[in-house]
């Protein structure tokens, strides 16, 4: 797991759910003493055990967990990663390039590392599709991942349904507002 992630967990439990989880967490993940730097991968193995342990220090079930750190997460992101992010796009077009955006993120600490598996379709009426598959179950990071892109964008967005697949499959759908302006504006 890149670091980026990794680091950013720390900062979003000490800030949204205070220090002491954190440190609760590394101790119980068997991490103790071990920093995380945005510019390093890190085993997935002692991401799982870190939200594991944070799961049940702060008492908050895993889905619930995640999203918050989805919703949370996406500023710093859009800070650190100014630079490759596409410029004049809005929420749903900055989506249709989740992929490459991902890549060229990775990409850049290991030429071999594989994107999470997300695509994203735009469907008519403002709709956005997204279908996540990874071995990671971190699909849960979605519907509060979007949330933070639309504050980011300063629009509209609304959950309207979620399906889980099989082996950590998840597919969710949104209407955001500049997927209803466009479609508008097309129409
Ligand atoms: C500036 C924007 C973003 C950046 C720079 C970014 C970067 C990253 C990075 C570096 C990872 C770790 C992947 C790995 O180590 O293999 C990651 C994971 C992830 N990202 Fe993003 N991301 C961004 C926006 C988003 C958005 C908008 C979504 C929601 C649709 C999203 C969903 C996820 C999910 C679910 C994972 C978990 C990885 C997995 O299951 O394999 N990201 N992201």
Not at 6 to 32: M, N, P, T
Request: hydrophobic share 40%.
């Amino acid at each position: 797991m890149h670091g980026a992630i990794v680091s950013s967990f720390k900062r979003y439990l000490d800030s949204a759910l205070g220090e002491d989880i954190w440190r609760h967490a590394i101790e119980e993940a068997g991490l103790k003493g071990k920093t995380y730097m945005p510019v390093s991968i890190y085993p997935d193995e002692e991401m799982e055990a870190l939200l594991s342990a944070a799961e049940r220090a702060c008492g908050l079930r895993r889905d619930d967990l995640l999203g918050d750190f989805g919703e949370w997460v996406i500023a710093p992101l859009m800070h650190l990663y100014k630079a490759m992010i596409p410029q004049d796009c809005d929420a749903t077009g900055f989506l249709l390039n989740l992929q490459q955006t991902h890549e060229r993120v990775l990409k850049l600490k290991d030429p071999e590392a594989r994107a999470p598996g997300i695509t994203v379709k735009r469907c008519g009426g403002g709709l956005v599709e997204i279908r996540y598959a990874s071995t990671r179950n971190m699909g849960a990071m979605i519907p509060g991942a979007v949330k933070g892109l639309a504050r980011w964008f300063h629009e509209e967005v609304e959950l309207l349904a979620s399906e889980p697949g099989q082996g950590g499959e998840e597919t969710y759908v949104f209407r955001l507002s500049s997927g209803e302006l466009t479609s508008q504006q097309v129409g």
